[in-house]
């Protein structure tokens, strides 16, 4: 049986039909998305902190708390990818995904020792694997090639707009509840976990109301195949492209390490908080236009402009010697997940035929996250055996191999 054209799955609305600027599937998307950061930036950003400060936890333990959480949910997202080409239900997928995260999150409030919260976080990375391979297939699905770039760039704003509202609230409630104190307590904590709880339950409402899945086929013969043979069919520059993502990739430790650098540096939690706010703002401002710019310039050069960024933001982390030096940092380092988080999902896009676009955003994702794995146990080793701007020399240093790897191994056609 010939495979169906997704891409003309979803008949061209007129502009008259769009949302900011994009199709109605997008946006609603897009604002799931910005509920459910709003919700995950008050409970989980705090995390570190929470382990460290609350139950005395070493950094090696932390990162892996933050690795095996995120090796999970990469696991997952190969095969919800895979499920999703299969089963043509992008919206169902999406559902049960954002449904099981919200139900793990009200846990946290009980959590009293480490392993406690890796099983949490292990739920809630599980849930976030279901859903976001559908979820990113069925935003492409629902566009023109030619909109790939601002529709992604739109959504990641939007994701980052929930992000920053969500840590606004939580710096309110932090001074509020404890002012400048350096260390996160219990009760504040599980304030922003109550309160966090419920901008989860409205996303999973708009996802469910709002958002329509244009593919009610049924299962596609063909794509009975083995997963290795699914991969083999790809093209060469989507699997050189894995290959260098990777490289970065076992650099790219988890996010954790610089909130932990932060305080290191005698930053207060609320400073901590304010400075994750900086980093949403430049982050949302950046993603709509690097979208934008890389349907006209291609995304392999606004790729390597984004690890570059990521590389200087880096050695920046590394040589920092005073609080603000991380507040500017945490700004240059929004500026590189602004360009680089839609951009790639839309280069994915264009690497990949149409009916194996779910399985190909499970296998970028399952990369991203099953080596952040070793790369947290990297990075706790080194903070904790050597210094803690080791990490960050070591992730400048496969940043900058990665950006010649992209450059000199993929040299991918002008998406149609």
Same mark, same amino acid.
């Given at each position: 049986?010939?495979?169906?054209?997704?891409?003309?799955?979803?008949?061209?609305?007129?502009?008259?039909?769009?949302?900011?600027?994009?199709?109605?599937?997008?946006?609603? +998307?897009?604002?799931?998305?910005?509920?459910? *950061?709003?919700?995950?930036?008050?409970?989980?950003? +705090?995390?570190?902190?929470?382990?460290?400060?609350?139950?005395?936890?070493?950094?090696?333990?932390?990162? +892996?708390?933050?690795?095996?959480?995120?090796?999970?949910?990469?696991?997952?997202?190969?095969?919800?990818?895979?499920?999703? *080409?299969?089963?043509?239900?992008?919206?169902?997928?999406?559902?049960?995904?954002?449904?099981?995260?919200?139900?793990?999150?009200?846990?946290?409030?009980?959590?009293?020792?480490?392993?406690?919260?890796?099983?949490?976080?292990?739920? *809630?990375? &599980?849930?976030?694997?279901?859903?976001?391979?559908?979820?990113?297939?069925?935003?492409?699905?629902?566009? #023109? $090639?030619?909109?790939?770039?601002?529709?992604?760039?739109?959504?990641?704003?939007?994701?980052?707009?929930?992000?920053?509202?969500?840590?606004?609230?939580?710096?309110?409630?932090?001074?509020?509840?404890?002012?400048?104190?350096?260390?996160?307590?219990?009760?504040?904590?599980?304030?922003?976990?109550?309160?966090?709880?419920? $901008?989860?339950?409205?996303?999973?409402?708009?996802?469910?109301?709002?958002? /329509?899945?244009?593919?009610?086929?049924?299962?596609? #013969?063909? #794509?009975?195949?083995?997963?290795?043979?699914?991969?083999?069919?790809?093209?060469?520059?989507?699997?050189?492209?894995?290959?260098? &993502?990777?490289?970065?990739?076992?650099?790219?430790?988890?996010?954790?390490?610089?909130?932990?650098?932060?305080?290191?540096?005698?930053?207060?939690? &609320?400073?901590?908080?304010?400075?994750?706010?900086?980093?949403?703002?430049?982050?949302?401002?950046?993603?709509? $236009?690097?979208?934008?710019?890389? *349907?006209?310039?291609?995304?392999?050069?606004?790729?390597?402009?984004?690890?570059?960024?990521?590389?200087?933001?880096?050695?920046?982390?590394?040589?920092?010697?005073?609080?603000?030096?991380?507040?500017?940092?945490?700004?240059?380092?929004?500026?590189?997940?602004?360009?680089?988080?839609?951009?790639?999902?839309?280069?994915?896009?264009?690497?990949?035929?149409?009916? /194996?676009?779910?399985?190909?955003?499970?296998?970028?994702?399952?990369?991203?996250?099953?080596?952040?794995? =070793?790369?947290?146990?990297?990075?706790?080793?080194?903070?904790?055996?050597?210094? =803690?701007?080791?990490?960050?020399?070591?992730?400048?240093?496969?940043?900058?191999?990665?950006?010649?790897?992209?450059?000199?191994?993929?040299?991918?056609?002008?998406?149609?």
């Amino acid at each position: 049986m010939a495979m169906p054209n997704l891409d003309a799955s979803v008949p061209p609305a007129s502009d008259s039909k769009k949302i900011l600027g994009v199709r109605p599937n997008v946006f609603y +998307l897009g604002l799931t998305s910005f509920f459910t *950061d709003i919700s995950s930036e008050m409970i989980f950003t +705090l995390v570190p902190l929470f382990l460290a400060n609350v139950l005395g936890v070493a950094p090696s333990v932390i990162g +892996l708390v933050g690795g095996v959480s995120d090796s999970t949910e990469a696991l997952v997202k190969i095969y919800s990818g895979r499920l999703a *080409d299969r089963l043509r239900r992008y919206k169902a997928l999406s559902i049960a995904g954002y449904g099981l995260s919200t139900l793990g999150k009200p846990f946290m409030y009980l959590a009293g020792h480490w392993t406690a919260v890796l099983g949490i976080r292990f739920a *809630d990375r &599980l849930g976030k694997g279901l859903r976001t391979s559908p979820r990113d297939a069925l935003i492409a699905v629902s566009i #023109e $090639p030619k909109e790939r770039g601002r529709s992604f760039g739109l959504h990641k704003a939007m994701d980052s707009a929930g992000a920053f509202l969500g840590l606004f609230i939580a710096a309110t409630v932090i001074y509020l509840t404890q002012r400048g104190s350096v260390d996160l307590t219990q009760d504040t904590f599980r304030l922003l976990v109550v309160i966090g709880v419920i $901008p989860a339950v409205i996303s999973v409402v708009i996802l469910a109301a709002m958002v /329509k899945d244009p593919q009610r086929a049924a299962r596609v #013969e063909v #794509e009975k195949t083995g997963l290795r043979d699914t991969v083999n069919g790809m093209s060469r520059d989507f699997k050189l492209f894995l290959l260098v &993502l990777g490289i970065f990739t076992l650099g790219n430790s988890s996010s954790f390490f610089a909130i932990l650098r932060a305080q290191n540096l005698g930053n207060s939690v &609320l400073d901590v908080t304010l400075m994750l706010v900086v980093f949403n703002i430049t982050y949302m401002l950046a993603a709509t $236009p690097a979208g934008v710019l890389s *349907d006209r310039l291609g995304r392999r050069t606004l790729m390597m402009i984004g690890w570059g960024i990521y590389a200087a933001a880096y050695l920046g982390f590394a040589a920092a010697g005073a609080s603000w030096h991380i507040w500017l940092l945490f700004a240059v380092f929004g500026v590189y997940y602004g360009i680089v988080e839609g951009v790639a999902k839309a280069f994915v896009a264009d690497l990949v035929p149409p009916e /194996k676009r779910g399985t190909a955003f499970g296998l970028y994702h399952g990369v991203l996250g099953l080596l952040l794995l =070793p790369a947290s146990l990297i990075a706790g080793f080194l903070w904790q055996e050597v210094s =803690p701007a080791s990490p960050f020399f070591f992730g400048a240093a496969l940043a900058f191999l990665a950006m010649l790897g992209l450059r000199v191994l993929v040299k991918p056609a002008r998406p149609a």
